[in-house]
C-alpha cells in the first residue's frame, strides 16, 4: 500500500513538469520518440513491465560495486510503480546484469541476446503479443570505459532501456536517454517526468501510436 502510494504522489508531481501548462508538442513527441518501437508485426506499439521485476547482478573478472545498481533500481520502483527486488533465486530473475565481458559470460548469454551488443556491450528483452516485457537483459563491458562516471552512466542508461525506453532521444543531449555517453549519472526531472508517464495508467502496453496521440492531446 505504502509503494502505491509513493507511485501516486510521484506521479502527481511529476506532471507538474508538464503540467504547470499543458504538455507541449515537444515533449509530446519526445515522449513518443522514446516509448514507441516495433512489436513483431513491425508495429510501432508501447511496451511495458506489468509483472514483478526481480533482477540479479553477475559480476566478471572486474568486480564492480552494485550497491549503486540497488539505487538505480529503487528509483525506477519509484518512478513506475512496480515490484522491483534483487534476488539470488535463479527461478526468480527476469531481469540480468552481467558486468564484464561477453566471453565471460559464454554459458549465461545465449547467441540470440549476443548478436546486439558490441564492444561496449548492450541491451536484450523479450515481450509477448500484448507489448509486455517479461525478460530482460544487459551487458556492460566494465573494462572497455576509461572513466568511472561514463561507467555509471552506461549502467544507469542500459537498465531504463529495459524498462521500455528502447530509443535514443537526441534532442536531449543532457538526458539519460541520450544515444552518447555523456556522464549523466542520475534521472532528472524530465527524465523522471517520461518514466512515470510512460508508467501511468492511461498508457498501457500494446497501444498504438493513434491511441498514444489520443492521450497525449488530452495533456
Known amino acids: ?6 507511485f501516486l504522489l510521484s506521479f502527481l508531481i511529476s506532471l507538474s513538469t508538464f503540467a504547470q501548462k499543458t504538455m507541449n508538442q515537444a515533449d509530446k ?14 508495429l510501432p506499439v508501447i511496451k511495458k513491465w506489468v509483472v514483478p521485476v526481480r533482477y540479479k547482478v553477475y559480476q566478471g573478472k572486474e568486480a564492480y560495486h552494485s550497491t549503486e545498481i540497488d ?11 512496480l515490484d522491483i527486488a534483487a534476488t539470488t533465486n535463479e527461478d526468480e530473475v527476469n531481469i540480468s546484469i552481467f558486468l564484464g565481458d561477453r566471453n565471460e559470460f559464454t554459458t549465461q548469454i545465449s547467441n540470440v541476446a549476443a548478436q546486439y551488443f558490441n564492444q561496449y556491450g548492450g541491451n536484450y528483452y523479450k515481450f509477448n503479443n500484448k507489448g509486455e516485457i517479461f525478460q530482460g537483459l544487459t551487458l556492460i563491458s566494465v573494462l572497455k570505459y576509461n572513466d568511472q ?3 555509471r552512466n552506461a549502467i544507469r542508461r542500459n537498465i531504463i532501456r529495459l524498462f521500455g525506453f528502447t530509443n535514443p532521444l537526441e534532442t536531449k543531449p543532457a538526458s539519460i536517454f541520450y544515444s552518447q555517453s555523456n556522464g549523466v549519472v542520475k534521472f532528472d526531472n524530465y527524465d523522471s517526468a517520461l518514466i512515470r508517464l510512460l508508467y501511468s495508467p492511461q498508457f498501457v502496453p500494446g ?4 491511441q498514444v496521440d489520443e492521450v497525449l492531446s488530452k495533456m
Open 207 to 210: 497501444m498504438n501510436q493513434v
Open 29 to 42: 513527441d519526445n515522449f513518443k520518440t522514446v516509448v514507441l518501437s516495433k512489436d513483431q508485426t513491425g
Open 149 to 151: 562516471r561514463d561507467v
Open 1 to 6: 500500500m505504502k509503494v502505491h502510494f509513493i
Open 71 to 81: 539505487s538505480i533500481f529503487s528509483k525506477i520502483k519509484v518512478l513506475t510503480g
